[in-house]
C-alpha cells in the first residue's frame, strides 16, 4: 500500500535533531507528528515519486496528513504536477488541510508562471477565504507572479481590503507590500504615505522595506519618517 510505502520512506529520512527544530518553530505539531524530513530529501523523494501515479493520486487525496513531513512531500509533489487544470485541482484539494506556514509558503507550483493569469478568479476566491493558509497562499500568489509584467494597481487593493488578525496573514500583507516598494514604488508607496493598511501591517511592511537591499537608501529615509 503506497501510505504505508510513503511512510516508509519518509522514516528513512527521517532526522530526530530538525525534528525537535520544527517542533519548537511550528509548535502546534506535536513531536511524534513530526519526523524531521530535511527539504532536500524532500523534495528527491518527490521527484522519485511519479505525481500522475494512481498510487501518487491516492496519497494526494487521502486527507488529512498526520505528519507534518507527510504536508511537506505533498506540497512538493503538487508542484511536480506539470499540467495546469490538474495542478489546480490538486491545490484546491490541498489549500484546506495547509495548516502551518511552512507548507504553504513551499506550495509554489511551477505551472502556475506560465498561465498565472488563470489564477486570478481562483485568487479572488482565496482572498474571500476565512482559513489563515489559504489567504496566505493567495497573498504569495500575487507576490509571487504579480509584481512584475502581470502588475496591475488593483491588486495591492486585494492585499490592503484583507482583514484578519491571524498573525501569518498579516506578515505575508507586509511582505507583501514591503516587496511590492521595491517593485513598483510609484503605485505602493501611497499605501504608506496615506496608512491604508492595518496599523501593525503598516509597521512590519516600514520595518521589512528597511531592511531590504532592494529598498533605496533615499525611500528607506522617507519610509522612517512614516513609522
Known amino acids: 500500500m503506497l501510505q504505508n ?49 494512481a498510487e501518487v493520486q491516492d496519497f494526494l487525496h487521502t486527507l488529512p496528513h498526520e505528519l507534518f513531513d507527510e504536508n511537506q512531500l505533498h506540497a512538493f509533489l503538487i508542484s511536480r504536477i506539470r499540467n495546469f487544470d490538474a495542478c489546480l485541482d490538486a491545490v484546491r ?29 481562483e485568487i479572488q476566491e482565496w482572498l474571500r477565504s476565512e482559513r489563515t493558509y489559504t489567504l496566505r497562499f493567495a497573498v504569495g500568489m500575487l507576490m509571487q507572479h504579480f509584481l512584475d509584467a502581470r502588475f496591475d494597481p488593483v491588486y495591492p487593493e486585494w492585499v490592503c481590503a484583507v482583514q484578519s488578525e491571524e498573525y501569518y496573514v498579516r506578515m505575508e500583507q507586509a511582505w507583501y507590500f514591503a516587496t511590492a516598494l521595491a517593485k513598483q514604488p510609484d503605485a505602493v508607496m501611497p499605501y504608506l504615505t496615506e496608512h491604508r493598511l492595518n496599523g501593525w501591517v503598516h509597521r512590519k511592511t516600514i520595518q521589512k522595506a528597511i531592511e531590504s537591499r532592494r529598498i533605496p537608501d533615499e525611500r528607506k529615509a522617507a519610509l522612517r519618517a512614516l513609522r
Open 93 to 121: 484539494t490541498f489549500l484546506p488541510c495547509i495548516d502551518n506556514w511552512a507548507t504553504c509558503d513551499q506550495l509554489t507550483p511551477p505551472v502556475f508562471r506560465r498561465k498565472a493569469e488563470l489564477l486570478l478568479p
Open 5 to 53: 510505502m510513503i511512510r516508509t520512506e519518509l522514516e528513512k529520512i527521517s532526522d530526530a535533531k530538525n525534528a525537535a527544530f520544527v517542533v519548537r518553530l511550528i509548535p502546534q505539531y506535536k513531536p511524534e507528528q513530526v519526523l524531521g524530513c530535511r527539504t532536500p530529501a524532500l523534495r528527491a523523494l518527490a521527484k522519485s515519486l511519479d505525481p500522475d501515479s
